[in-house]
């Protein structure tokens, strides 16, 4: 999915007036880096869709607003959150580097833990991360020290579940244990849930056990 192009006078509408944060690719036609870096872009964005925007400023077209924002090389990358820069990264970087300038802005579900946030539970040894997968693919790779209870058996071992400790549910993308927590919760019963699921927690290279 190829992302949209922008015009310098587009940009106060699509950029700063955002109700959702915005990465800004400034990039030129004749970098290579800028070229390598489109699929791993793209595929940001797809992950986003919903929870982010994503632009591409032509540097050579835009050099009023390049000079405004100090920028001297492409690509440079730089969020926007409510009308204001928020981070900048700039070269040949990784796909999960860019996904940090957008985290702290991005909109949450109720009960959702960031890949930093659960990493950080888990050194306090404060929270239990309970695998919903199935067994074969729980025993290929998990989250250190995870337990795995199949997500069609959760609610039938909810003694089990909380006996484990404080649990953390983790799927494969996060969406499949986000509505469990949410059934969960109409039940009055609280249980969080790993916001992108374990390939999030991959793509953030957190620590797995195989």
Excluded at 37 to 52: F, H, R, T, V, Y
Excluded at 118 to 123: G, P, T, V
Excluded at 148 to 177: F, K, W
Excluded at 181 to 203: C, R
């Amino acid at each position: 999915m190829a992302l949209p192009l922008i015009a310098e006078a587009e940009f106060e509408s699509r950029v700063l007036r955002s109700e959702l944060p915005v990465l800004v690719d400034f990039f030129a036609e004749w970098s290579a880096p800028c070229k390598q870096m489109n699929p791993e872009l793209e595929a940001l964005s797809i992950e986003l869709q919903g929870k982010a925007e994503f632009v591409k400023v032509d540097f050579d077209r835009a050099q009023r607003l390049a000079s405004m924002l100090r920028i001297q090389s492409v690509p440079t990358y730089i969020a926007f959150f409510q009308g204001r820069p928020v981070g900048a990264e700039q070269g040949v970087v990784s796909r999960a580097r860019l996904r940090t300038l957008l985290e702290p802005y991005l909109p949450r579900a109720e009960g959702a833990i960031r890949s930093l946030e659960l990493a950080e539970l888990l050194k306090q040894r404060a929270v239990v991360p309970i695998d919903t997968r199935d067994p074969s693919s729980f025993g290929r790779a998990r989250i250190p020290g995870a337990k795995n209870i199949p997500l069609e058996e959760i609610e039938t071992r909810l003694a089990e579940l909380h006996m484990a400790g404080q649990p953390v549910l983790y799927c494969r993308s996060g969406d499949r244990s986000k509505e469990l927590t949410e059934k969960l919760a109409q039940d009055g019963i609280g249980v969080p849930f790993l916001e992108g699921g374990f390939l999030t927690w991959e793509a953030d290279m957190m620590p797995i056990e195989r």
